[in-house]
């Protein structure tokens, strides 16, 4: 007797995605715009990554990137565009793993291990890189525009993005 091999992320996977997209939620949530396109992320990704599909969760991550623009649009602070983004690409690449995870393993096994550490590792990096890019940002503050960080923290996502594929 076989059994079909269920394909979809681990509770735990979906939870923790959805964690971070709240993040962006919360550090985003300065204009009604902003808001609304960082909710409708969080749904959309949640559905995606609940039903194993990369697309649909991408798709929410790139309504939690709209989010973090509208946000810097509206004139948030620095310490929140850099937050939103850190926990935009937390939240996608979490959804990822937790997806990768699933069709490769399955529901029913214990992934909660591989999970945490991939997603404690890559919370470090993001902590590292975004105190540089803040850092960065505060010393060189020539009178830009907050749009230039919100520009540049999208670059960098776009970098990992295609790193990663």
């Known amino acids: 007797m076989t059994t079909e091999l269920e394909t979809r992320p681990s509770r735990f996977g979906v939870g923790l995605a959805g964690l971070f997209a709240m993040g962006v939620v919360i550090a985003t949530a300065i204009g009604f715009t902003s808001l609304l396109l960082s909710l409708l992320g969080v749904g959309v990704l949640l559905v995606g990554t609940a039903a194993g599909r990369e697309a649909i969760a991408t798709l929410g991550g790139?309504?939690?990137?709209?989010?973090?623009?509208?946000?810097?649009?509206?004139?948030?602070?620095?310490?929140?565009?850099?937050?939103?983004?850190?926990?935009?690409?937390?939240?996608?690449?979490?959804?990822?793993?937790?997806?990768?995870?699933?069709r490769t393993l399955g529901k029913r096994a214990d992934t909660t291990r591989a999970l945490a550490v991939h997603t404690a590792v890559a919370t470090l990096a993001a902590a590292v890189i975004s105190g540089v890019g803040y850092a960065v940002f505060r010393v060189a503050d020539g009178g830009y525009p907050i749009t230039v960080l919100v520009l540049l923290l999208f670059g960098a996502l776009v970098v990992g993005a295609a790193y990663r594929g």
């Open 62 to 102: 790139g309504a939690l990137v709209g989010g973090v623009l509208a946000a810097g649009l509206a004139d948030a602070s620095p310490e929140a565009l850099v937050l939103g983004t850190a926990c935009l690409v937390l939240a996608w690449d979490t959804s990822s793993q937790a997806i990768d995870l699933g």
